[in-house]
């Protein structure tokens, strides 16, 4: 009779319980998120690493992480809640130390904590409101999303909308502040990195697209491409006849410095086009890197922005397109 080890039936159970969690992974999600990180990377690495002014082209190729990565957040709280019946005490603490995290980013960069508006600070406070969302029915869920990204622009001329939002540095070394400089609160509703208006709408949407996710099993239907093709067409059209200021914030060049309706309603029909093409074979092999990318998206985003400010910034600056290509690509291998 064969004797087995309890710690080693212990381990054995650990592997078949982490591989059935592999299987039961979304891969569309984790390829989608990976390819946010994909194109982030790039964003974060042009404001010191790159010489201005930045082709239009790296612009635009880096204005998508950010939806794509707080709407992906949104779909997460919907799917952990109908698969593993979190409550809201669950997101309100996962929330809580996402935003931590987001406190020891700004002290990283020396900045002090809650002013400018980390993306994390943002995901942090999205997770409970998105599963408070999810309590609702489904036309309350829908308008309330819409109304977000409608009242954007009007918050945006009410309240100002800074060139560049505060950033008190530790220990009194410099003070950034712009000449059209507003409050920190103004930069948590409307002007800050990623203030509430309209980034949250992102997160809810997430919440919507989850449901609608679950009801299709896919969305590699031709009606989700077809509807996202004219929400981006549509939303491009807006964005070319009224592209507000497209500002470059300290380097920071994405499109979104104002977030404007045709910029969102781009995003939108962006990211339904994405999810329907991942959608069509999720298993490609090409998806491979972007899948590891994803599944690890806060640790890649965390590692990346001080690989970026501690080794690879005090050796190269202001480097031609040619170089920065080659730094940015030798990044992304490295993460992979």
Not at 41 to 47: G, T, W
Not at 60 to 79: E, H, K, N, Q, T
Not at 191 to 210: E, K, Q, R, T
């Amino acid at each position: 009779m064969e004797i087995v080890d309890p710690e080693s039936l212990q381990a054995f159970n650990e592997v078949k319980l982490m591989k059935a969690m592999a299987l039961n992974r979304d891969v569309t999600i984790d390829t989608i998120r990976g390819l946010a990180i994909f194109t982030m990377v790039a964003a974060n690495l042009a404001p010191d690493v790159l010489i201005e002014p930045h082709p239009f082209w790296f612009r635009f190729y880096g204005s998508f992480a950010a939806p794509f990565f707080i709407l992906i957040s949104g779909m997460m709280v919907a799917f952990t809640t109908q698969t593993k019946g979190h409550g809201l005490n669950y997101f309100l603490l996962r929330g809580t130390m996402i935003a931590t995290t987001g406190v020891f980013v700004d002290l990283a960069y020396k900045i002090y904590p809650f002013t400018s508006v980390d993306i994390l600070y943002l995901i942090g406070i999205s997770l409970p409101l998105a599963y408070l969302l999810l309590r609702m029915n489904k036309l309350c869920r829908w308008v309330i999303t819409i109304v977000v990204f409608v009242i954007t622009p009007i918050l945006q001329k009410i309240f100002g909308y800074t060139d560049y939002p505060t950033e008190i540095y530790l220990w009194g070394e410099k003070t950034i502040i712009a000449k059209n400089q507003t409050s920190v609160l103004n930069h948590w509703i409307v002007d800050g990195w990623f203030p509430i208006f309209p980034w949250i709408g992102f997160s809810l949407l997430g919440v919507n697209l989850a449901n609608l996710r679950k009801s299709l099993s896919t969305f590699g239907k031709g009606s989700v491409f077809l509807i996202g093709a004219c929400i981006f067409a549509l939303g491009s059209i807006f964005w070319w006849q009224y592209p507000g200021s497209l500002l470059t914030r300290g380097g920071s060049s994405e499109l979104f410095y104002p977030p404007t309706i045709g910029y969102i309603m781009s995003a939108v029909g962006l990211i339904r086009i994405v999810f329907f093409v991942v959608d069509q074979k999720p298993s490609l092999i090409i998806y491979r890197p972007l899948q590891v990318l994803g599944r690890s998206s806060l640790l890649i985003y965390l590692l990346h922005l001080e690989l970026i400010e501690y080794i690879i910034t005090p050796i190269w600056t202001k480097a031609n397109l040619q170089t920065f290509l080659l730094i940015y690509i030798s990044l992304l291998c490295f993460l992979i």
